[in-house]
């Protein structure tokens, strides 16, 4: 016998309808909640780990050789990607001489959400003396998907930082087109406790239908922010628009308060990624310290 929807108890549903029939949320399946804290140290041996935390699905590898001094970490979310809801935490801290070079293991994907967006806090504090190359994979917002990233940085004068993300709106392979969702994707950099720079790219579902338009993205579906901040901003600077002609993507660069900002749009994921492994690489070469190409983008 069917049950009477008249006398059903909804009171765990975010939304009923105007039939009174329950129409299940984000919030109402199950989430992903996850934490990381790592904190990195210099010593005579080189990087090492202070402190970690790890909650569930995020998790933070180390790949090398046991014993050996940290190069490289490698940011892991085990959920397989980020749904409506999802919150997911980043904190990590570089103290005095350490160095090293955070990735991911892959593309994030944010999947379609039903109406809640997905929360990715990040926090990075380079203490003076220390170098970091936060350079994580590119993340993928699918067709719906909702997400609202902020990115925190602290950073000490003397320290020195790289630092990326990127986006791509849809799946390629499918063809897909954004035109609904919620993207906000917001930066802070502090200099010794001053705000030095803030910039948020903002679409929700109304921009989105339009954002092929000229006056936007054009027919540009991936985009990046890549930041540095250390010594010869003016020459990083003029570096890069020296090497901008070429890229297989498009990039500008200038300078605020010290600290250099550049802009990357390609067609496709696959552009902007050469674009952006062609600058690590050219680092690499001018620049001593963790400010080189992932290892984990050649996996």
Partial sequence: MLADSSSADFSGYSNVGASGVAIPGDKDLQRSEGFARLILGGSAHGTRIVDIFQRSPIRIMFPGIRGAPVEEAVVVNTAGGIAGGDRLEIALTLLA??????TSQAAERVYRALNEPALIETQLKICEAAKLAWLPQETIVFN???MRRN???EISA??????????????AAHGEEIVGGQIIDGWQVRLDGRLIWADRFRATDDVLPRLRSRALLADFKAIGTLIYFGPDAEARVQFLRDLAPQLQCHCATTAVSGLVIARL???????LKAGLREILLQFERTRQGPFRMPKMWSC
């Avoid at 001489?97 to 955070?102: F, L």
């Avoid at 003397?158 to 799946?171: D, F, I, K, Y």
């Fill in 97 to 102: 001489n350490a160095s090293v070079t955070v």
């Fill in 158 to 171: 003397g320290a020195e930082l790289l630092a990326l993300e990127s986006l791509v709106l849809g799946r």
């Fill in 265 to 271: 749009a390609a067609r496709a994921a696959a552009e």
């Fill in 144 to 146: 719906g998907g909702r």
């Fill in 151 to 153: 990115t925190e940085i």
